[in-house]
């Protein structure tokens, strides 16, 4: 430094400790500006300056500005150039106070900085960014106003000299303004390169300006771009500037942008094998909560944030990622989303489920659609999974949404069964991971099931499930939270008894663990058992009775010396309660002895010693009070069991007599009964026995003859009285059939005979006021349980297969094949009596359709009777002689005038546990138990058997031939057979519907091609039936085509159901014409058999051309059962069009997957798209000619006319909805498929409707008596019934001309779009030929009165539609 620069700093120095801050301003605009940067540069790069000199430099100037000096401006400029300059070339610790105060004071005298300067310094600024790839720190403050500041300059002309990369070329001056400099500026920084630990100090800066929508998207893409380059550490920061970058604007893109660049990064690391690998995937996920947090306050600062990732999700809601799915969830938390983020997510995990379920479904498009998603089901296990580390924020939103999903469920909605049982179970697991995982919210896991419970919501039921998963999984987790179940339990006495069982079935391991919590149970079941209300004892009894189950099933497991002297002492407790309940009313009486009954069938009771024991003391004094003396034939003193005065029971003795005896069996089996005597049980039940089969209704004061009718005091004392009677004989006959010490098989059928003769007394004597039976049959006043009836029935209805075959599954210890032959032989005498073996399936056909009210059968029960049923008496009817006649047994070959025959009883339980089964989710063990029964299908087991893909397919053929050819044999037989033919073919239906399904989403090849071959061939053998020789009976024919139109996918060529998806790589699948005529073909020639007989029924002769010479028998064809043929036609007809439908819908992802895949300026067609929609528009097609052959018959009777006007209308449906897609597809052309559906639909058909709509309303209008108009028509009904069927048949008019007026209207709408004309396809207008004049609607009615119309008015009466319908609304 020379001695002038020393002289002059001392100036400026002294000037400045004097704040004479004009002079030294004076003293700088006398020297160069080398002189000033030289000043700026030796304060600055000095270590132990503290800038106090620059200070002055930049405050002196500033006051010289400010004083009006021409020159204040410059000096300024170049004070502040220099500092910038100097920061830029060497920026020290932006911590330190040098820095901070330069960067203040430049701030503040940026207002005074003139445009050039302003210019010089933001270039300059851009020119370090483009050397270094960085900002000076302390700018971070200055740069945004003075970038800011920029932009507001207004034109300055300028040369390259200034801005090189600005002028147009070299040494010409050019005019720019503030903004395009701006702009520039914003550009070229874009456009460099950034060093990654500058990133977000870049980015800090560029989301500080004021910019324009164009630079947010550019500088939001820039951005997006950097993070790719950085650090996992430094993405949470980047991600933040982003958040706040979007407040000017662009909001979708960026977060877009932000998910797809973490779906990239999650897709790149989550099949991770290294231990680098690993952790870099943990570390991404506590680097992504750390983002759901920004992301969640960012959105809580701006909500239009938040409805930008709302929006994003919708759009996107077939390919999100774990991610976003997270993210989503942190935004349900803030309440002003929550309830659309709820619904959003719901709807994508139920839409996925209910999409696969359709696609398995559907074979017909099935190979022209891509492949699902996004799995919804995936999202959330790999959300809850990832959960327990960086993701615990979303915990409780997950939550929420598992138990939203699950009470929508519940209710009824637009979803598939499958999907909504699919979706149940994948929140019940993730509630399960979840309580298992998070302590802070399993408090309000057990707060919203018991909410649930206590309130008996929809879905109860299912939280009562997941409750009591969570206790069987770990007792110890849900015990601190045991006060909340404790607090619960004050409801019991408004539940239902199904809730109370399901509540403490769920609760039992807590209750047996739990002493406080026993004490607090037991407390409350103490209270309400001596209840007011006899409801609520008997909801409180079957608590209990869970109580005494689970303490006995603990006993029988195995556990140390003092656990089970503690469970002991429970269930001695709890049978003490139990003891007191038996000294109630009746009614609590009667309930609590038919549901020991229960328990006393399970295999634990009747191993528990101590519970037989105590039971037996109870039981063994109540007995002899009713003894009578053994001097009377009648064993019970039935005098007192009813009451003298009210002639009401008051003592429900055949209940009791009922678990007496399966005590006493339970007694016998475990040898408990201690030395025999007159007094042991078996010896009572040996007299029992012995004194009812001898006694006739006179020793019990009954006549045969008498007063049985419940409106007469002596007709309600002899009802209630022959009820006792029935009862104990009924236990007496159970009693013989299960005792292993009886010894006479003569004595059942005499206290059957006895039975029978007293129920038929009863059932045909007991009439109510209105002189009408009250008793059906005489299965409905056994007490008898089901598994008593399947011990018997399995000997009497034995199994051909397990008496042939020594190694048969079912033949193991103890009941090997020489005892189950031994046991067979010896209930000879039972099964050759075919009421007694009618009566014995009548009450198990009862108790699996819980017809006698009692309690619901568990599966292995009902798989263990549908077995007997089909291997024991329908699996004979297969085997026919060769003279056609069926080789049936002796028991079964019998047949009855009055009562039905054991072939159709066997059928109808069979149909019976079908339906349980499938309500259950469970008919996919049918074929298993029925061809290939073991003991673990008919033991209690959670558990279903693993089988192999193809021996399943073998057992499900086999069970579907041995119904086919069981239905045609009995046909054969016509009409003796008919209605057990009719019942089988539900079954065939149920299972067909059943494997087709399992053929579908089959990728074994082997059980695939087993399940074309049996369902082919079902399918052809439906359709012969109905050419051949059958009975005119109306369920027979509508259960044929019932399994005609299950099983119809099936007649396509078998590589059809070989074929997969597409993949993401979209390979052509050309569509073949000719499926829908291969599948359809066989249901064509149906209805042309039904329009060809129509036309017989109506007097219209047939067109000979369209005769065909392999005609079927017309003559089962008739006007009763011609609208049942139709009405199954038109529920196919309406499936069919629902499938259309969702593949309508289908396309549009289709579209939008094909067009994301093209690349850009590529005007080529969408090929896939145009395909799926060439195949909708052939399904649309053929159903169409169909649909046509019905419009062009008149039928028979008004309610096929309706079904027929009801599928027309499906159909214009179905299209409008393909037409309102093809409105959000405008990428995919008009193609000639679609072209031939409207001409078809929207021409030929509307053409028919219209004729067969005008023949339908003149007959209802010209069916009074127009001869003679004074004379009056009676009506056959009211005449509101009249009126209601009239308003019905013209609101069905009424819904087919507004659905028909919105197909115009899409029509017209895709017609603009496209320009194309297509009006002249429309061709019978809608105003003049379908609208009816809705002041003439009353005029069917005033007909019925005698106000007759003339034939013209008649044939011209129009109903004219002023609103759409309320059925239409939706559309």
Not at 1003 to 1011: K, L
């Amino acid at each position: 430094m020379t001695s002038e620069d020393t002289e002059l700093t001392t100036q400026l120095a002294a000037l400045g400790r004097t704040k004479a801050y004009v002079e030294a301003g004076k003293l700088l605009s006398e020297q160069e500006d080398d002189v000033v940067y030289k000043l700026v540069e030796d304060d600055l790069s000095t270590d132990a300056g503290t800038g106090a000199l620059t200070l002055t430099l930049i405050k002196g100037s500033s006051a010289l500005a400010e004083s009006g000096h021409t020159s204040g401006s410059s000096v300024l400029g170049t004070v502040c150039s220099a500092c910038v300059g100097q920061i830029c070339e060497d920026s020290a610790d932006p911590e330190t106070q040098k820095w901070t105060a330069i960067s203040d004071t430049l701030l503040q005298v940026l207002p005074q900085l003139g445009p050039r300067s302003i210019i010089d310094i933001a270039f300059r600024v851009l020119a370090e960014l483009k050397t270094s790839g960085t900002l000076p720190t302390p700018l971070a403050s200055f740069l945004p106003m003075l970038l800011d500041t920029l932009g507001t300059i207004g034109s300055v002309e300028i040369t390259s000299e200034d801005v090189s990369a600005v002028a147009a070329e070299d040494d010409v001056r050019v005019t720019r303004t503030g903004s395009e400099l701006k702009a520039y500026w914003i550009e070229s920084a874009c456009s460099y390169k950034w060093h990654a630990q500058a990133s977000v100090r870049v980015c800090a800066l560029l989301r500080e300006l004021v910019l324009t929508e164009a630079q947010v998207e550019r500088v939001a893409s820039r951005v997006q771009r950097q993070m790719e380059c950085m650090e996992l550490m430094e993405l949470p920061a980047m991600v933040y500037q982003l958040l706040l970058l979007s407040r000017h604007g662009s909001k979708r893109n960026i977060v877009s942008g932000i998910f797809t660049f973490f779906d990239n990064m999650e897709k790149q690391l989550k099949d991770a094998h290294s231990d680098d690998e690993r952790k870099r995937w943990r570390e991404l996920g506590d680097i992504e909560g750390t983002i759901m947090l920004h992301i969640s306050y960012g959105i809580k600062q701006d909500f239009e944030l938040g409805d930008a990732l709302i929006a994003f999700a919708k759009e996107s809601s077939d390919s999100l990622s774990s991610f976003s799915f997270a993210c989503l969830l942190s935004l349900a938390r803030i309440h002003r989303f929550e309830d659309n983020v709820t619904v959003l997510l719901r709807t994508q995990l139920l839409r996925s489920m209910h999409d696969e379920d359709m696609r398995v479904g559907m074979v017909w498009v099935r190979p022209y659609l891509l492949e699902p998603g996004s799995d919804a089901q995936e999202l959330l296990h790999a959300v809850v999974e990832r959960s327990s580390y960086g993701w615990d924020q979303v915990t409780q939103s997950l939550i929420q949404l598992c138990l939203n999903t699950m009470d929508y469920t519940a209710r009824r909605n637009t979803y598939s069964p499958v999907a909504c049982t699919q979706a149940r179970q994948t929140c019940t697991r993730v509630l399960q991971t979840a309580f298992a995982t998070h302590e802070f919210v399993r408090g309000e896991i057990v707060d919203q099931i018991m909410n649930r419970v206590v309130f008996q919501t929809e879905s109860h039921m299912h939280f009562l499930d997941l409750l009591q998963l969570l206790v069987a999984n770990d007792v110890d987790t849900v015990r601190p939270y045991s006060t909340k179940i404790i607090d619960a339990l004050d409801s019991i006495s408004v539940m239902s008894s199904r809730t109370l069982e399901g509540l403490v079935r769920a609760i039992g391991p807590l209750f047996l663990d739990d002493v406080q919590f026993r004490s607090s149970l037991i407390l409350v079941l103490r209270k309400i058992l001596f209840a007011h209300g006899v409801d609520e004892r008997r909801v409180a009894l079957s608590g209990l009775f869970v109580l005494i189950s689970c303490a006995a099933q603990s006993l029988d497991c195995e556990a140390g010396q003092r656990q089970s002297n503690v469970r002991l002492a429970v269930l001695l407790e709890v049978l003490g309660l139990l003891r007191r309940c038996l000294t109630q009313q009746p009614e609590i009486r009667k309930a609590a002895y038919d549901q020991l009954s229960t328990l006393l069938d399970e295999p634990f009771a009747r191993n528990n010693a101590a519970l037989l024991s105590t039971l037996h003391g109870i039981f063994q004094t109540e007995f002899m009070k009713y003894q009578a003396d053994r001097s009377h034939d009648s064993p019970i003193n039935f005098q007192l069991c009813v009451s003298p005065t009210t002639h009401k029971v008051t003592m429900p003795v055949a209940s009791f007599m009922q678990c007496f005896a399966k005590l006493t069996l339970a007694l016998e089996s475990s040898s408990t009964l201690g030395p025999s005597g007159s007094e042991s049980p078996s010896s009572i039940w040996t007299d029992v026995c012995t004194r009812f089969s001898r006694a006739q209704m006179e020793d019990f004061e009954l006549d045969a003859n008498g007063d049985f009718a419940l409106d007469s005091p002596s007709g309600v004392r002899n009802n209630n009285t022959a009820r006792l009677v029935i009862g104990c004989i009924d236990a007496a006959i159970e009693y013989e059939l299960c005792s292993t010490t009886n010894t006479n098989p003569a004595l059942v059928v005499e206290l059957f005979s006895k039975f029978q003769r007293f129920s038929d007394v009863l059932c045909t004597r007991c009439v109510d006021e209105r002189k009408k039976r009250v008793i059906g049959s005489a299965s409905e006043l056994s007490h008898m349980t089901l598994p008593t009836v399947l011990n018997v029935l399995e000997l009497m209805l034995s199994d051909p297969r397990r008496m042939d075959n020594p190694d048969h599954a079912l033949n193991c210890a103890p009941h090997d094949h020489t005892w189950f032959v031994a046991h067979t032989s010896g209930v000879s005498l039972w099964a050759a009596n075919t009421a007694f073996v009618r009566h014995l399936l009548e009450i198990a056909l009862a108790r699996v359709t819980e017809r006698a009210g009692m309690c619901e059968e568990p599966t292995h029960r009902v798989l263990h009777l549908a077995y007997i049923a089909y291997s024991g008496a329908l699996a004979a009817c297969a085997r026919p002689l060769e003279s056609g006649i069926l080789d049936l047994p002796a028991n079964l070959a019998k047949r009855s005038a009055k009562a039905r025959s054991i072939l159709y009883v066997a059928a109808e339980t069979l149909v019976a546990c079908t339906s349980v089964l499938q309500s259950r989710g469970k008919l996919d063990l049918l074929h298993v138990a029925v061809m290939r029964p073991q003991l673990m299908l008919f033991a209690p087991n959670d558990d279903p058997p693993t089988i192999d893909a193809l021996l399943d397919a073998q057992y499900a053929s086999a069970l579907i031939t041995g119904l086919r050819n069981t239905s045609e044999q009995m046909l054969a037989q016509k009409p003796v057979m008919a209605r057990e033919a009719t019942t089988v073919l539900t079954s065939l239906h149920a299972v067909c519907v059943q494997l087709s399904r399992t053929g579908n989403c089959c990728s074994n090849e082997g059980a695939r091609a087993v399940i074309y071959k049996t369902m082919n061939e079902t399918a052809r053998w439906a359709f012969s039936l109905v050419g051949g020789e059958l009975p005119g009976d109306a369920n027979l024919l509508r259960n044929i085509t019932m399994v005609l139109t299950s099983c119809q996918p099936f007649l396509q060529p078998e590589t059809v159901f070989a074929r997969p998806p597409l993949q993401l790589t979209f390979v052509s699948v050309p569509v073949d014409v000719r499926m829908d005529d291969y599948e359809l073909g066989t249901l064509s020639r149906l209805i042309g058999s039904i329009c060809t007989a129509s036309r017989l029924l109506t007097n219209i002769e047939a067109d000979p051309n369209e005769t065909d010479e392999d005609e079927p028998n017309l003559g089962i064809f008739t006007a009763r059962t011609i609208p049942a043929l139709v009405t199954v036609l038109a529920a196919w007809f309406k499936a069919e069009l629902h499938q259309v439908d969702w593949a309508s819908t289908q396309l549009r992802r289709m579209s939008a997957s094909e067009l994301a895949e093209r690349p850009e300026n590529d005007a080529e067609d969408l090929v896939m798209s145009i395909q799926v929609e060439r195949r909708v528009c052939g399904r649309i097609h053929s159903l169409s000619q169909l649909l046509l052959q019905l419009l062009s018959t008149v039928m028979p009777t008004q309610a096929a006319t309706d079904q027929v006007i009801r599928m027309f209308h499906d159909l214009h449906r179905s299209f409008a909805h393909l037409t309102r897609t093809k409105l959000q597809c405008v990428q995919v052309p008009i193609t000639e498929s679609y072209i031939d559906c409207l001409s078809l639909i929207c021409s030929t058909l509307n053409t028919h409707a219209h004729s067969m709509i005008i023949d339908k309303y003149g007959a209802l209008v010209g069916s009074a008596d127009t001869e003679n108009p004074k004379k009056k028509t009676k009506l056959t009904s009211s005449k509101s019934a009249g009126k209601s069927h009239v308003l019905r048949n013209s609101t069905l008019v009424s819904s087919l001309v507004y659905q028909m007026e919105l197909t115009e209207k899409y029509v017209g709408m895709v017609a603009a779009k496209h320009k194309t004309p297509l009006a002249h396809y429309l061709k019978r207008s809608l105003a003049r030929d379908f609208r009816i004049e809705r002041d003439r609607l009353h005029d069917p009615l005033q007909d019925t009165e005698g106000n007759s119309l003339d034939e013209e008015s008649a044939d011209t009466t129009m109903l004219m539609l002023d609103s759409p319908p309320p059925d239409m609304l939706d559309d």
